[in-house]
C-alpha cells in the first residue's frame, strides 16, 4: 500500500504518454499521405528560421498586445514546464522536491516559476477578454464559429486552472514547511503563492496535506490530459511551429513552382530538335500525374503540416485584400478545411485498416469552392502574415491548376485573357497589328 500512489502515478505516466504517442503515429501517417517534396536544401538557413521565428516569435511582436502577451504565454508555459520533470520524478520515487538540495538556485527557479505564473494568469485572462468582450474582428469570423472558438477558450482555461493549482500547491506547500510538517522540508522561494497564504490559515496539518496532494495530482494528470488534447487541437502549433518554420518556404515569396510536367512539355516544344512523332521516352509514357490539386492526398506534404501547425490566429486573413474586401476567400479557412479533411481522410483510414476508401468527397467544393478560390489576388499578404510560416497561397494555386488544367472551370475573364495571349501575344484583344493605332491617335 506504501507504493500505491507510486503505482498509481507511474500508470498515468504510461497512459499520457502511450495515448500521446498514438496520435503522434496518425499525425506523422497523415502528414505523409502528401506528396514528396525536396526540401533538403539551404539546411542553415533552415535552422536560423527555426530559431528566429519559432522560439525567437519575431513574427509574433509585428502586433506588439498580442505578441508580447503571447511570448509571455510561451516562455512561461514552457519553462514553468521545467518543473514537471521534478514533479514526474517525485511521483515515480515517492520524493518530494526532489531538486532542492540544490539550495540556492532551486529557490530562484521555483521564484521565477511562480513570477512567469502570474504572467502567464494575467495574459491568459488579456486573451480571453480580447476574444470574448472586445470580440476583436479577426475571432469572430465565419469559420471561428463552432468547435474553433471553443477550443480557443478552452485552452485559455487549462493554461488558467494549471497555474493556479501550481500556485495553490505552492502555497499549501509553503504554508506546510512553516508548520513543520513531516516531509514538507525548508525548499524553494515562493514570492506569488505566500499571499495566497491567508486564504488557507485555519486549515490544520492535515487538510493543508489534502490541499497540497489535490492540486499536485490535478496539475500534473492535467498536464497530461493537455499534451493530449493537442492533437485535436490548434494549440497543436506549440511543437509542430517548428518543424514547421524549418521547411518554410525560402523562395523569394513572387516566386511560384512550376510543374515539371508542364515544363518538359515546353521545353520539348521549345527544342527545334526535337522530333514531334517520336514515341515518348519510356520513363514519360506513364499516364500523367494529376495536375494540381483537388483533395489532400494532392498537396505536398509540406503544405499538409502547413495546415497541422495552423494557430488559427486570422492574422492571414486580416491582411487579406480579398477579405478585408467583403470576398468569401479567407486564408485561414483554407487551411482549416484543408486539416479536417485531412483528418476525415485519416478517419477513413483507421476505419479500414489503414486503406483509404474513397467517401465520394475532396476537398475542392466539399470544403473548399472555386468561388473562394478565384478570389485570390496572389499577393502573398497572408504568407506575410503567417507567424509560423505556413503557405496558404500555394494550397490556393494547386487548386486553381485543378480548376484549369484537369477541368477547364477558369473563369470566363481568365478563359478570355489566356485566349487572346494565345492568338494576340497580349491579354487584350486586340490584334497585334492594330498596336500602334495609338500613334495616329
Ligand atoms: S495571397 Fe490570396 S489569400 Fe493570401 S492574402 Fe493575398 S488574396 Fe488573400
Ligand atoms: S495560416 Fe498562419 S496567419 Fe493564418 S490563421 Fe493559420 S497560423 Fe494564423
Redesign the pocket.
Known amino acids: 500500500m506504501e507504493y500505491l500512489p507510486n503505482i498509481i502515478f507511474a500508470v498515468a505516466l504510461i497512459a499520457g504518454i502511450g495515448f500521446f504517442t498514438r496520435n503522434v503515429k496518425k499525425l506523422t501517417r497523415n502528414i505523409k499521405l502528401g506528396k514528396d517534396v525536396d526540401v533538403s536544401d539551404n539546411k542553415s538557413q533552415r535552422w536560423k528560421n527555426m530559431a528566429r521565428i519559432a522560439l525567437g516569435q519575431t513574427k509574433m511582436v509585428v502586433r506588439p498586445v498580442a505578441g508580447i502577451m503571447h511570448v509571455i504565454v510561451y516562455v512561461g508555459f514552457i519553462i514553468i514546464n521545467i518543473e514537471v520533470l521534478e514533479i514526474i520524478l517525485d511521483g515515480l520515487l515517492g520524493t518530494h522536491r526532489l531538486f532542492s538540495p540544490l539550495g540556492s538556485v532551486y529557490d530562484f527557479l521555483i521564484g521565477s516559476f511562480e513570477v512567469l505564473a502570474l504572467l502567464v494568469i494575467v495574459a491568459v485572462i488579456v486573451f480571453w477578454i480580447r476574444r470574448n468582450i472586445i470580440r476583436i474582428q479577426r475571432f469572430i469570423k465565419p469559420e471561428m464559429k463552432g468547435w474553433p472558438k471553443t477550443d480557443g477558450n478552452m485552452i485559455l482555461y487549462i493554461e488558467f486552472v494549471l497555474m493556479i493549482l501550481f500556485l495553490t500547491m505552492n502555497a499549501a506547500d509553503f504554508q506546510l514547511q512553516q508548520l513543520g510538517a513531516e516531509h514538507y522540508h525548508e525548499a524553494g522561494a515562493f514570492p506569488i503563492s505566500q499571499f495566497m497564504v491567508p486564504l488557507l490559515d485555519n486549515l490544520s496539518e492535515s487538510s493543508l496535506i489534502l490541499v497540497e496532494r489535490t492540486a499536485w495530482w490535478l496539475h500534473i494528470l492535467g498536464i497530461l490530459a493537455f499534451l493530449n488534447y493537442l492533437y485535436y487541437s490548434k494549440h497543436l502549433h506549440i511543437l509542430l511551429a517548428f518543424p514547421n518554420t524549418y521547411y518554410g518556404k525560402l523562395k523569394p515569396q513572387g516566386q511560384f513552382n512550376n510543374l515539371e510536367s508542364v515544363t518538359k512539355e515546353v521545353k520539348l516544344m521549345m527544342d527545334p530538335d526535337a522530333d514531334p512523332y517520336a514515341a515518348p521516352a519510356e520513363e514519360d509514357a506513364a499516364e500523367p500525374e494529376k495536375f494540381g490539386a483537388s483533395d489532400v492526398m494532392d498537396l505536398n506534404w509540406v503544405q499538409l503540416l502547413n495546415a497541422y501547425t495552423c494557430t488559427e490566429c486570422g492574422r ?1 486573413t486580416s ?5 478585408q474586401t467583403g470576398k468569401k ?1 479567407s ?1 485561414r479557412k483554407i487551411m482549416m478545411d484543408t486539416r479536417d479533411r485531412l483528418e476525415e481522410v485519416g478517419k477513413i483510414m483507421d476505419a479500414n485498416n489503414g486503406e483509404f476508401v474513397s467517401d465520394g468527397k475532396q476537398l475542392l467544393n466539399d470544403y473548399i469552392t472555386p468561388e473562394e478560390l478565384w478570389a ?8 506575410q502574415a503567417c507567424p509560423v510560416s505556413i503557405d ?2 500555394s494550397i ?1 494555386v494547386e487548386m486553381r491548376r485543378y480548376l484549369v488544367m484537369e477541368q477547364s472551370a477558369a473563369p470566363t475573364e481568365l478563359n478570355n485573357m489566356m485566349s487572346n495571349i494565345e492568338n494576340n501575344g497580349a491579354p487584350w484583344p486586340y490584334n497585334q497589328m492594330d498596336r500602334l493605332n495609338w500613334v495616329n491617335e
Open positions: 492571414c491582411e487579406c485584400p480579398a477579405n476567400l486564408p485570390c489576388t496572389t499577393c502573398n499578404a497572408c504568407v496558404p497561397l490556393i
